[in-house]
């Protein structure tokens, strides 16, 4: 069984090498594991960090295109390269090393496809208060939105299966951790979370410049994500809200009118008429939404039987050499 470790890198010279010190040469059940960098666009001397370490891999991108599309090249080339379980950290040595055994056990055991480090968020002392309450309102939200039991959706220090890398595709351009949480509960891909524990603070996140930012992009992608996954659900709540609006409204109406009033109050008739024709049209939005879904689905198996195909061939060559 082979393990490959990814590391998404922008501009990381000065933290690459001890984030690299620390991640395991050796985890029983494991017969060769290796290290993947993705240069997403650095200025600096990352890659030749390394290379003088000893990486067996790097993914190079001539310029920044963010941490998403850095995941997902990251996956490609692991899985090209006979990786049957992948691990993805980060290269501030945020996430304790000796953990990535506790991440991959699980999958080395067939009891998951996905497992996701659990930060001890409460206690790490260089998250502020506001970022804390943050971070776990979130994480609930994402729970919802996926119909899974992931304490710490933001994080990621993760592991996957060569199974579920398979099958994963991110199509926004902020982040991956969250809207995969959302593919994989929505896809009933089997996933779990451990506790593991983090470093101290080598350098500020710079996966957003303010809280506010990381809100709004977060909610985003995760309202996103949901639309694409359950768009049935998610435009028929948008139009009973609208037609319920419109029916109090529209019997607010009718008593005035049975009370002899109802000439003042035709605005409200026609106020009424107009939300409940919107929660209607809402309603066949969704139906248009669940059938385009039900062909992404579709699209998704053809995807993963293709890349299936593929990746097994180019492994067979080189077995074959």
């Not at 922008?10 to 059940?29: Q, S």
């Amino acid at each position: 069984m082979k393990l490959i470790i990814q590391i998404p890198c922008y501009n990381e010279a000065e933290t690459l090498e001890v984030a690299l010190n620390d991640l395991p040469k050796h985890i029983d059940g494991i017969d060769e594991i290796e290290y993947l960098i993705i240069n997403d666009g650095s200025k600096d001397n990352t890659v030749e960090v390394a290379k003088k370490w000893g990486v067996n891999y790097v993914v190079n991108f001539r310029r920044n295109k963010g941490l998403a599309k850095g995941f997902m090249a990251g996956l490609d080339a692991c899985l090209r390269n006979g990786a049957d379980i992948i691990v993805n950290t980060d290269a501030d040595n945020q996430y304790n090393g000796d953990d990535i055994e506790k991440i991959v056990r699980p999958i080395i055991e067939g009891k998951t496809d996905i497992v996701i480090g659990e930060r001890p968020i409460d206690q790490t002392e260089h998250f502020s208060p506001l970022k804390k309450k943050l971070q776990h309102f979130g994480s609930w939200v994402v729970r919802v939105a996926s119909n899974s039991d992931i304490p710490d959706a933001p994080s990621g220090f993760r592991a996957y299966s060569r199974e579920a890398a398979m099958r994963l595709n991110v199509v926004n351009e902020y982040t991956y951790t969250l809207e995969t949480i959302v593919q994989a509960g929505r896809t009933k891909i089997a996933q779990t979370s451990v506790p593991i524990r983090t470093n101290a603070e080598l350098r500020p996140s710079r996966l957003f410049s303010s809280m506010m930012g990381y809100v709004k992009k977060s909610m985003l992608t995760i309202l996103r994500a949901f639309m694409m996954y359950k768009p049935l659900q998610f435009f028929s709540t948008i139009g009973g809200v609208c037609f319920g609006a419109g029916l109090i409204v529209g019997i607010r109406f009718i008593v005035y009118m049975c009370m002899g009033h109802g000439d003042g109050h035709i605005q409200s008739l026609i106020l009424a008429s107009l939300l409940m024709m919107l929660g209607a049209l809402t309603f066949v939005i969704g139906l248009q939404a669940d059938l385009i879904a039900s062909n992404r689905k579709l699209l998704e198996d053809v995807q993963y039987h293709v890349r299936k195909l593929d990746y097994d061939r180019e492994q067979n060559e080189a077995d074959d050499k």
